[in-house]
């Protein structure tokens, strides 16, 4: 031996290992340590690090470390004392598992091998020891497919051919029902499956059988489907780096009717209740339970099956919840009666339970309330906000009963297998990925669809586990669907279901509907409503909405909005009654006939104003003056071609049959009484009483594709827009400013109280501000007059425009407040158009790395953030009690919110549904 040997500890006993460092020992890893050195029963075991993983790795031709195996050697050797067996030993063998385990829970990514230690000669110490050859020869095939699968890259069907062909000619359909000699067969037939495709014959020596699955699992964490998950879910080297191997004493949940294996959680993960959850199946190994292919029964039964055990589960449930101070999903499995904790890591939950656990935890004095803010990924609320089947629907008749795996209702066109819901998905369609049973190859298919339906497995499965994980709707199970693959069809009873036919399906009920059902907004729950109101007192920043009409605005009060911080004129403008009013105003010819328009506008305004307010009050409603280019209310020259092109057409057929009806009168001046009778000239008169009006309509026409050639612009969101507008056209925002200050006098008059803004939009020097400013106080001084009331609002500047940034400190001379309108200044900052960058060159960057993100998604801290933060900075230099905010798409955006924080904004302000994550995302911000 070299004198090399390496000073690095890579192993860990369970009884020794840090508990809390679940980089280095992996989150399995450092919960066995932990709950060992608790006091719970855990079969005996030790870690091997990621270290040593990451070691293996790095080496040139994949070398476990030096002085590794000699390490595990005596890890060996201790669990040979502490068990009484010896591994390898003929007469009391011991078993154990080789387990992976990485820093974050990768569920079902790495796989393990079971019953390792198993070879010609411990078997037969198995059948002595238990004297039961059929659990001996169960165990040893289970070792064989495993050790195949995992260690020597043998696919599974090799292995289950075999296994089929055994039980086909025996006759036997349940596994159960195989006997000793059987599986005894089926051992022997595996044995040479792996001859077959290594030209070797199985691994005999224990402790090389140890090293190959040692290197094997290591070998995974490079593998594809590990490398895809991290990739999609964004796990960094940061975050996992390695996996751990942890080495596990066996222990049989299969030794008969006082043995069994289930997994659990100390709380419903659907619904947050505080009542044990999980399934439970007797006689059988734990992967049974996992991969759905016996149906395992609700945890529930086993108070009356195994009353005794399952008392001890509920003090499992105690002891960890107590300690993790956190949700747990557990595995175990009882042992001719003793119950053995294999596993615990924190519970997933999709986001209804996250809330309603939170909540319970802290009134139960379990957690505190920053905790029970902190444990809540803001993002996730979105789940909460997922459509669900319209009540009206609860009594239409399902094809299918499933049972209810993740929460939600989903419609879509069925795909058959992952890859075809992936190639739909793309293209844009709704998908619903129908299986059998779903596996970790699956996964991009989990990604494009919008809800999961498998025939096989239970609430436990793949399927609902990886489902819930992403809050998309899941029925597990639908026993009576028979999927055939290959057919591309699905049956249930006499109906027939191909790919791509429409269905429903419900993850609340389990329920499975042919066609498209009409889906309900989600609700709040109470819970929700109280996290919510925690969150409130815990954060700095106000949330409010961006809303345009009363409704928008009755919406956003039931999300919790605290006022509305962009209300953008325009959409008010863009009804069928309106537009032709704001259409007068654009095409008038003189100063009288636009304001004869813009008269007819105001009350329609005014009215909309009022509503908002009232609806808002006392709450801050701050409204945007007119903003597009006003070309964008004219149609299109493209259109109005076409249409003039038609009517010219139309116009010389007219022209055409008053000729024809004149002319036959000339050949036949007898017919002149008859002439109304001729059926042409009953047309013509029919289409137009007036020809004239035709070439009326030809000349409006013509009238307006010269006003919107006149208006055209070369780049018009650069062009004639915002204050711009305002300035050239005074009337315009005359009319608006005048709306909303008669709106105001008008609540005042009524004794409600309301806090109105007035924003500019555009704005890139003070000179423009202060003349939108003296147009106001004109207009203040008339309204106070003609009302006899004072009127109390706001002014301010929206900031949008680099050079506004840049000039923050003599804009805040003349606005109140700022808000920073992030759509426009994102495009400004990176002279980026959004369309172009979006569907050009954007997703090249982000591929390669060029920008991290898309910036109209993710606030640009690093370069926008600066601008945002002089504006700030600057424009309080000036005035110190300015009033800023936010009102882009970003508001909405946890990150974005907490750079909000950061730099002391005021409010945040986004779409509705998106308040209650921005609520959330403010207390995260004030609390971390
Ligand atoms: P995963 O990371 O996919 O959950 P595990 O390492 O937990 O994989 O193992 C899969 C299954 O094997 C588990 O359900 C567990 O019950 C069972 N298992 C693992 N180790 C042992 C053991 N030492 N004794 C009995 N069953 C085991
Ligand atoms: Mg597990
Ligand atoms: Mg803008």
Same mark, same amino acid.
């Given at each position: 031996?070299?004198?090399?040997?390496?000073?690095?500890?890579? %192993?860990?006993? !369970?009884?020794?290992?840090?508990?809390?460092?679940?980089?280095?020992?992996?989150?399995?890893?450092?919960?066995?340590?932990?709950?060992?050195?608790?006091?719970?029963?855990?079969?005996?075991?030790? %870690?091997?690090?990621?270290?040593?993983?990451?070691?293996?790795?790095?080496?040139? @031709?994949?070398?476990?470390?030096?002085?590794?195996?000699?390490?595990?050697?005596?890890?060996?050797?201790?669990?040979?004392?502490?068990?009484?067996?010896?591994?390898?030993?003929?007469?009391?063998?011991?078993?154990?598992?080789?387990?992976?385990?990485?820093?974050?829970?990768?569920?079902?990514?790495?796989?393990?091998?079971?019953?390792?230690?198993?070879?010609?000669?411990?078997?037969?110490?198995?059948? $002595?020891?238990?004297?039961?050859?059929?659990?001996?020869?169960?165990?040893?095939?289970? !070792?064989?497919?495993?050790?195949?699968?995992?260690?020597?890259?043998?696919?599974?069907?090799?292995?289950?051919?075999? =296994?089929?062909?055994?039980?086909?000619? %025996?006759?036997?359909?349940?596994?159960?029902?195989?006997?000793?000699?059987?599986?005894? #067969?089926?051992?022997?037939?595996?044995?040479?499956?792996?001859?077959?495709?290594?030209?070797?014959? *199985?691994?005999?020596?224990?402790?090389?059988?140890?090293?190959?699955? %040692?290197?094997?699992?290591?070998?995974?964490?490079?593998?594809?489907?590990?490398?895809?998950?991290?990739?999609? *879910?964004?796990?960094?080297?940061?975050?996992?780096?390695?996996?751990?191997?942890?080495?596990?004493?066996?222990?049989?949940?299969?030794?008969?009717?006082?043995?069994?294996?289930?997994?659990?959680?100390?709380?419903?993960?659907?619904?947050?209740?505080?009542?044990?959850?999980?399934?439970?199946?007797?006689?059988?190994?734990?992967?049974?339970?996992?991969?759905?292919?016996?149906?395992?029964?609700?945890?529930?039964?086993?108070?009356?099956?195994?009353?005794?055990?399952?008392?001890?589960?509920?003090?499992?449930?105690?002891?960890?919840?107590?300690?993790?101070?956190?949700?747990?999903?557990?595995?175990?499995?009882?042992?001719?009666? $003793?119950?053995?904790?294999?596993?615990?890591?924190?519970?997933?939950?999709?986001?209804?339970?996250?809330?309603?656990?939170?909540?319970?935890?802290?009134?139960?004095?379990?957690?505190? &309330?920053?905790?029970?803010?902190?444990?809540? #990924?803001?993002?996730?609320?979105?789940?909460?906000?997922?459509? &669900?089947?319209? #009540?009206?629907?609860?009594?239409?008749?399902?094809?299918?009963?499933?049972?209810?795996?993740?929460?939600?209702?989903?419609?879509?066109?069925?795909?058959?297998?992952?890859?075809?819901?992936?190639?739909?998905?793309?293209?844009?369609?709704?998908?619903?990925?129908?299986?059998?049973?779903?596996?970790?190859?699956?996964?991009?298919?989990?990604?494009?669809?919008?809800?999961?339906?498998?025939?096989?497995?239970?609430?436990?499965?793949?399927?609902?586990?990886?489902?819930?994980?992403?809050?998309?709707?899941?029925?597990?199970?639908?026993?009576?669907?028979?999927?055939?693959?290959?057919?591309?069809?699905?049956?249930?009873?006499?109906?027939?279901?191909?790919?791509?036919?429409?269905?429903?399906?419900?993850?609340?009920?389990?329920?499975?509907?042919?066609?498209?059902?009409?889906?309900?907004?989600?609700?709040?729950?109470?819970?929700?409503?109280?996290?919510?109101?925690?969150?409130?007192?815990?954060?700095?920043?106000?949330?409010?909405?961006?809303?345009?009409?009363?409704?928008?605005?009755?919406?956003?009060? $039931?999300?919790?909005?605290?006022?509305?911080?962009?209300?953008?004129?325009?959409?008010?403008?863009?009804?069928?009654? &309106?537009?032709?009013?704001?259409?007068?105003?654009?095409?008038?010819?003189?100063?009288?006939?636009?304001?004869?328009?813009?008269?007819?506008?105001?009350?329609?305004?005014?009215?909309? *104003?009022?509503?908002?307010?009232?609806?808002?009050?006392?709450?801050?409603?701050?409204?945007?003056?007119?903003?597009?280019?006003?070309?964008?209310?004219?149609?299109?020259?493209?259109?109005?071609?076409?249409?003039?092109?038609?009517?010219?057409?139309?116009?010389?057929?007219?022209?055409?049959?008053?000729?024809?009806?004149?002319?036959?009168?000339?050949?036949?001046?007898?017919? #002149?009484?008859?002439?109304?009778?001729?059926?042409?000239?009953?047309?013509?008169?029919?289409?137009?009483?007036?020809? $004239?009006?035709?070439? @009326?309509?030809?000349?409006?026409?013509?009238?307006?594709?010269?006003?919107?050639?006149?208006?055209?612009?070369?780049?018009?969101?650069?062009?004639?827009?915002?204050?711009?507008?305002?300035?050239?056209?005074?009337?315009?925002?005359?009319?608006?400013?005048?709306?909303?200050?008669?709106?105001?006098?008008?609540?005042?008059?009524?004794?409600?109280?309301?806090?109105?803004?007035?924003?500019?939009?555009?704005?890139?020097?003070?000179?423009?501000?202060?003349?939108?400013?003296?147009?106001?106080?004109?207009?203040?001084?008339?309204?106070?007059?003609?009302?006899?009331?004072?009127?109390?609002?706001?002014?301010?500047?929206?900031?949008?425009?680099?050079?506004?940034?840049?000039?923050?400190?003599?804009?805040?001379?003349?606005?109140?407040?700022?808000? =920073?309108?992030?759509?426009?200044?994102?495009?400004?900052?990176?002279?980026?158009?959004?369309?172009?960058?979006?569907?050009?060159?954007?997703?090249?960057?982000?591929?390669?790395?060029?920008?991290? @993100?898309?910036?109209?998604?993710?606030?640009?801290?690093?370069?926008?953030?600066?601008?945002?933060?002089?504006?700030?900075?600057?424009?309080?230099?000036?005035?110190?009690?300015?009033?800023?905010?936010?009102?882009?798409?970003?508001?909405?955006?946890?990150?974005?919110?907490?750079?909000?924080?950061?730099?002391?904004?005021?409010?945040?302000?986004?779409?509705?549904? &998106?308040?209650?994550?921005?609520?959330?995302?403010?207390?995260?911000?004030?609390?971390?």
């Amino acid at each position: 031996m070299d004198a090399k040997v390496s000073n690095t500890q890579y %192993v860990f006993s !369970f009884h020794d290992g840090d508990g809390k460092n679940k980089k280095l020992l992996g989150g399995k890893g450092a919960n066995l340590c932990e709950m060992t050195q608790m006091g719970l029963n855990v079969p005996p075991g030790f %870690v091997i690090s990621t270290e040593a993983c990451l070691a293996y790795l790095d080496s040139n @031709d994949n070398q476990l470390p030096d002085g590794l195996m000699a390490m595990v050697k005596k890890q060996m050797q201790a669990l040979e004392k502490e068990t009484g067996k010896g591994f390898g030993d003929a007469e009391h063998p011991l078993l154990v598992s080789v387990r992976s385990g990485s820093a974050m829970s990768m569920p079902g990514m790495m796989d393990t091998i079971l019953n390792l230690g198993l070879n010609a000669s411990t078997l037969n110490g198995v059948i $002595k020891q238990t004297g039961d050859a059929r659990f001996a020869y169960d165990a040893y095939r289970r !070792f064989i497919q495993l050790f195949g699968k995992v260690a020597l890259n043998i696919a599974d069907e090799a292995f289950d051919s075999q =296994f089929e062909e055994v039980k086909q000619h %025996v006759g036997i359909k349940d596994d159960v029902g195989l006997r000793a000699d059987h599986l005894k #067969d089926i051992s022997e037939r595996f044995l040479d499956v792996v001859k077959q495709h290594t030209g070797q014959a *199985f691994p005999e020596d224990p402790y090389e059988q140890l090293e190959i699955a %040692v290197q094997a699992v290591f070998k995974s964490w490079m593998g594809k489907r590990a490398v895809d998950y991290r990739r999609e *879910f964004n796990i960094t080297q940061d975050m996992a780096n390695g996996t751990a191997v942890n080495i596990v004493t066996m222990v049989f949940g299969n030794r008969g009717n006082d043995s069994a294996t289930g997994v659990a959680f100390t709380r419903n993960p659907a619904t947050g209740e505080n009542k044990l959850f999980g399934e439970y199946l007797v006689n059988a190994q734990g992967e049974d339970v996992v991969a759905g292919i016996r149906t395992p029964k609700p945890i529930q039964n086993m108070a009356d099956e195994m009353p005794d055990l399952y008392q001890q589960l509920e003090t499992l449930r105690a002891n960890l919840e107590n300690h993790y101070r956190e949700i747990q999903d557990f595995e175990f499995t009882i042992e001719k009666g $003793k119950l053995y904790c294999l596993q615990t890591r924190n519970g997933k939950m999709n986001t209804t339970a996250m809330v309603r656990t939170s909540v319970e935890m802290e009134n139960a004095g379990v957690i505190d &309330r920053k905790q029970a803010l902190l444990r809540i #990924d803001p993002h996730s609320l979105e789940q909460m906000l997922y459509p &669900r089947l319209d #009540d009206s629907e609860l009594g239409s008749t399902s094809l299918a009963q499933g049972l209810p795996a993740s929460p939600g209702a989903a419609c879509g066109h069925i795909a058959f297998d992952a890859d075809r819901a992936e190639m739909l998905g793309k293209q844009g369609q709704r998908i619903i990925l129908v299986r059998d049973e779903t596996k970790p190859e699956d996964i991009h298919g989990f990604f494009a669809s919008q809800g999961i339906l498998t025939s096989r497995g239970g609430k436990t499965s793949h399927a609902a586990v990886v489902a819930r994980g992403m809050g998309k709707p899941c029925v597990a199970g639908a026993e009576g669907i028979h999927v055939d693959v290959q057919l591309r069809e699905a049956h249930i009873g006499d109906t027939v279901l191909k790919e791509g036919d429409l269905i429903t399906i419900d993850g609340s009920s389990g329920k499975v509907y042919l066609g498209e059902l009409p889906m309900m907004e989600a609700e709040f729950t109470p819970e929700l409503e109280t996290l919510l109101q925690w969150a409130d007192e815990a954060a700095c920043l106000k949330v409010m909405a961006n809303a345009d009409t009363k409704e928008d605005a009755q919406r956003a009060l $039931k999300y919790g909005a605290m006022g509305i911080g962009l209300c953008r004129t325009e959409r008010m403008f863009n009804t069928s009654e &309106r537009l032709p009013l704001v259409i007068e105003m654009i095409v008038a010819e003189n100063g009288e006939q636009r304001q004869q328009a813009l008269d007819r506008l105001l009350p329609i305004q005014r009215s909309d *104003f009022q509503g908002l307010f009232e609806t808002m009050a006392p709450a801050q409603v701050t409204i945007r003056l007119l903003d597009p280019p006003i070309h964008e209310f004219l149609p299109s020259e493209q259109q109005l071609l076409s249409d003039l092109d038609e009517l010219k057409h139309l116009y010389s057929i007219v022209r055409g049959m008053e000729v024809m009806v004149d002319a036959e009168q000339l050949v036949n001046p007898a017919a #002149d009484k008859a002439r109304n009778s001729i059926p042409q000239r009953r047309l013509t008169d029919r289409i137009f009483s007036d020809p $004239k009006s035709v070439a @009326d309509t030809i000349s409006k026409k013509e009238a307006m594709l010269k006003k919107v050639r006149m208006l055209h612009e070369v780049n018009p969101m650069l062009g004639h827009r915002g204050v711009r507008l305002g300035i050239t056209f005074p009337e315009i925002y005359g009319m608006q400013i005048r709306a909303i200050l008669e709106a105001t006098a008008e609540c005042t008059k009524k004794g409600i109280e309301i806090n109105p803004q007035i924003m500019v939009p555009q704005v890139c020097t003070a000179s423009e501000l202060k003349r939108i400013r003296s147009l106001v106080d004109e207009i203040q001084t008339e309204v106070e007059q003609q009302h006899k009331v004072k009127l109390e609002f706001k002014f301010g500047s929206m900031i949008e425009v680099v050079r506004a940034c840049m000039r923050a400190d003599t804009l805040a001379e003349v606005a109140d407040f700022f808000s =920073f309108g992030t759509n426009d200044l994102s495009q400004a900052t990176f002279s980026f158009s959004r369309e172009d960058a979006e569907n050009k060159f954007l997703p090249f960057y982000n591929e390669n790395g060029i920008l991290l @993100d898309n910036p109209f998604e993710v606030l640009d801290i690093k370069g926008l953030g600066k601008l945002m933060k002089i504006a700030v900075d600057w424009g309080r230099n000036t005035r110190k009690d300015l009033s800023v905010g936010i009102c882009g798409e970003h508001g909405g955006h946890p990150q974005s919110i907490r750079f909000c924080h950061d730099i002391g904004l005021d409010y945040v302000s986004c779409s509705a549904p &998106r308040v209650p994550i921005a609520r959330l995302a403010a207390a995260h911000a004030a609390l971390l």
